[in-house]
């Protein structure tokens, strides 16, 4: 198969003209730019991207989109309403609505997702007969879908830090960390190839410290992601300063949970120290700003992370809106009212978070953008409507990370296999019909 881009981004600080993209089975085999249009080659009329990674999802909080935007609160509150989501989900009903949910993400652009996953058992923590079934259900979406998926099995044992899980919480829980690594172990054996299954820490008041080690050996020892909320809420940071003495980051740290193949998701409230210690690991930060803004958690110290040696991603997380491109440009723009001045990130700094480094978050480094050998993983934004009018080559980048939405994606290529065409699923007839099905099953409509 072969596509012709009329502009691509090869992963520099501009745009090129006329690339050829030629690719053998899944992955990309030649990239050739200023080539001629081969008549056989598939014509990619506007910009066509890496395949976007969403590096931190919780596919059932899709039902919750203009539910939980109705009155006031805060996170807290909120929470208490995912709650009665996470109640009634079964493998089933899991399976159509992160289906759908991923289906959406694919029309978005979006190539691999990060599910960080925690619905692990039936109500009143009951295992099910197969104890894995609600990961497999999600392994399963993705595929159906036309995505990979990283399965962030998350350990979640606690309900706060002098608290036992309660109400629909006992469905998160594995009884301790040795318990929760036997079943993820039993679902990494099982994998197929679009999935890989990483650990998750849900966070410091989740996993009492004396267990983090437990989840991060486990992780360091399958070569894993490990991934963690961490410092989302200042109320968090003060009971961990009260349990233990230190902030969230230093305990994680003290029991081996930082590093390069970790990732901290939101970092938002975060001591000069939390981010000097990040940046010396290694440790990836993902943000996520339409849930952070959507939630009133505050804004994360992007720019200091970044000038630490943090990579950067982000991730859409409750859905709040999928899109990649707006949870990038929120980076810079969510910088620029904490700061007062403008130009913290370049537009090619803000892809690679949505690209390249997103994808090595999620264990996949070898999705390293538009180049041989790499997954054949394509998204291409259109130039042909109002949000684009007037960008020229010089300003496409630009354009394109400061004013496109997923109204602009046009054809998404994943792993060789276009699933989007002409801004239409090819696996998923109807995506907003799935989404209406699946959301009013969950929700008992």
Known sequence: MRYFAD??????????????????????AVVTAAAARPPDAVHLRGLTLPGLANTHSHAF?????????????????????MYAVAARLTPDSYHALARATFAEMALAGIACVGEFHYVHHDTGGVRYTHENAMADALIAAAADAG?????LDTC????????ALEGPQRRFGDGDATRWAERVGALATTTPAHARVGA???SVRAVPAAQ??????WARDHEAPLHVHLSEQRAENAACQAAHGVTPTQLLHEHGALGPRSCAVHATHLADGDVKLLGSTATTVCLCATTERDLADGIGPARALADAG??????????????LLEEVRAVELDERLASE?????SAAHLLRAATVDGHAALGWPQARGLQAGAPADLVTVGRDSVRLAGSTPATLLEAVVFAASTADVRDVVVSGRRIVADGLHTLVEDVPAALDAAILEVLGA
């Open 7 to 28: 502009h691509a981004w090869l992963g520099g600080d501009g745009v090129e003209a006329d690339v050829l993209i030629e690719v053998d089975g899944e992955r990309i």
């Open 341 to 345: 001045r403008r130009g913290h990130f």
């Open 310 to 323: 943090t990579p950067l991603s982000v991730g859409s997380d409750s859905h709040a809106m999928i899109d």
């Open 156 to 163: 979640y044992l606690t309900g706060g830090f002098d608290r």
């Open 212 to 217: 983090l080690a437990t989840v991060a050996g």
């Open 147 to 151: 995505i990979r998926i990283t399965l």
């Open 61 to 81: 909080h899709r039902a919750l989109r203009g539910r939980a935007q109705r009155g006031g609160g805060t996170f807290w509150t909120w929470r208490e309403e």
């Open 200 to 202: 998750a820490i849900h």
